[in-house]
């Protein structure tokens, strides 16, 4: 039994969340820039940057003059360091609380990828992107489609654990986070001021070598369905691996493929 529906939410283990969500995150993160398609030489500032992935892809696909990409968790931000060696990336602890010590009219560019849904006033945080942006400039963000199943291998995984045990159904993602939906986000970006607002499905696949490399992330803590697995005793966390082993649709040389995919929302500083 899960005391918190956010208990888990905390992320501090930064390698396991590599092994576990970093892997996919990176791959939504190079089409985020793409789609994006911002100018070289600007000034970006990222909220929750976690182990880097999005910052890698800024500075790999749009040569900044400097990233200040802020996250709150240490073990993360040790992660991320060590992710990106970049001498105009400066990484600091801090979350959408902080924003308040960036300055107004600081940057071209200001993003955050996979954190807006944790975030408990997302309105306030957008405002706060959008002060920060000269004027022109871009405000833009994604999330996880998690209510359109937009995660298969999560999904895949609550729905098994669920039909074990119901009190699952309070810490998944697609009910925890039901307003990640194209349409609530972009009212939302709506709402804090942005001006020519626009957003697109990205989409990518996640694609495990066999059952194991699918599986063991889930067993090692970091996030809410790792979270929820360690909080069950031996014989439970058995019936639930072998649920997930007998629903898996397994490739003819023993690969899984599924699909991802986040809403990717944007617009303009006025």
């Known amino acids: 039994m899960v005391d918190s529906k956010a208990q888990h939410d905390a992320w501090r283990a930064g390698d396991s969340y590599d092994a576990y969500m970093g892997r996919w995150s ?3 993160a190079s089409r985020f820039i793409d789609w994006l398609a911002p100018s070289d030489g600007l000034e970006w500032l990222e909220l929750g940057c976690g182990t880097g992935a999005l910052t890698h892809e800024i500075v790999a696909r749009s040569k900044p003059l400097s990233v200040l990409a802020l996250e709150p968790s240490e073990g993360f931000v040790a992660v991320a360091r060590r992710n990106v060696v970049d001498a105009g990336v400066t990484f600091q602890i801090g979350d959408a609380t902080a924003l308040p010590e960036v300055q107004t009219d600081s940057a071209d560019v200001a993003i955050s990828g996979l954190v807006l849904n944790f975030v408990p006033d997302k309105p306030a945080a957008l405002r706060e992107l959008r002060r920060i942006v000269r004027r022109g400039g871009k405000v833009a963000f994604y999330v ?7 995660l298969e291998f999560l999904d895949i995984f609550w729905q098994e654990a669920i039909s074990l045990d ?4 309070g810490i998944a993602e697609d009910r925890r986070f039901d307003f990640c939906t194209l349409e609530a986000m972009s009212a939302l970006a709506s709402g804090a001021g ?4 626009r957003a697109t499905a990205l989409e990518a696949e996640t694609t495990f070598q066999d059952f194991d490399d699918f599986w063991r992330p889930f067993t090692l803590g970091a996030g809410p369905a790792p979270g929820y697995f360690a909080s069950l005793d031996v014989i439970d966390q058995e019936r639930l691996r072998d649920a997930l082993q007998r629903r898996l649709p397994l490739r003819t040389d023993g690969s899984i493929q599924l699909g991802a995919r986040a809403w990717a929302i944007g617009g303009t500083a006025g």
């Open 26 to 28: 990176r791959r939504i």
């Open 144 to 150: 996880w489609d998690y209510p359109g199943g937009g």
């Open 166 to 169: 119901r009190a699952a159904a």
């Open 194 to 197: 942005l001006n020519d607002v």
